[in-house]
């Protein structure tokens, strides 16, 4: 099963989780539903087998969460922070810099 396989017209973080909320609506337990977001995607894709694992010598990017998406699965919105090619981005510090950049 694999997440983002077609637009849906939101944009691409919403649709994610849209995608996972209608996963886990329709019974689907959480991990399950994440794998078909991360490895599962990854493995479709034909890319390294390495990516989207959290595992000595794996690559991945990391979401970080308050609470445990595994148990209750709607704390998977609860995003802190990103780990994006091992730069550390708050969620806090991306709204800043959203709202203090300049529109062109």
Same mark, same amino acid.
């Given at each position: 099963?694999? $997440?983002? #396989?077609? !637009?849906?017209? %939101?944009?691409?973080?919403?649709? =994610?989780?849209?995608?996972?909320?209608? %996963?886990?609506?329709?019974?689907?337990?959480?991990?399950?539903? %994440?794998?078909?977001?991360? *490895?599962?995607?990854?493995? +479709?894709?034909?890319?390294?087998?390495?990516?989207?694992? $959290?595992?000595?010598? &794996? *690559? &991945?990017?990391?979401?970080? /969460?308050?609470?445990? !998406? %595994?148990?209750?699965?709607? +704390?998977?919105?609860? /995003?802190?922070?990103? =780990?994006?090619?091992?730069?550390?981005? #708050?969620?806090?510090?991306? $709204?800043?810099?959203?709202?203090?950049?300049?529109?062109?």
């Amino acid at each position: 099963m694999l $997440i983002g #396989s077609q !637009p849906n017209g %939101l944009p691409a973080g919403i649709a =994610l989780h849209a995608e996972l909320r209608a %996963l886990v609506a329709a019974r689907l337990k959480p991990e399950p539903a %994440l794998r078909a977001a991360g *490895v599962n995607a990854a493995a +479709e894709l034909g890319v390294d087998p390495t990516l989207g694992r $959290i595992a000595t010598g &794996a *690559v &991945a990017d990391l979401v970080f /969460v308050v609470g445990d !998406p %595994l148990a209750d699965f709607y +704390e998977a919105l609860n /995003v802190v922070a990103v =780990l994006r090619k091992v730069r550390f981005f #708050s969620v806090a510090g991306l $709204i800043e810099r959203v709202q203090t950049a300049e529109i062109v």
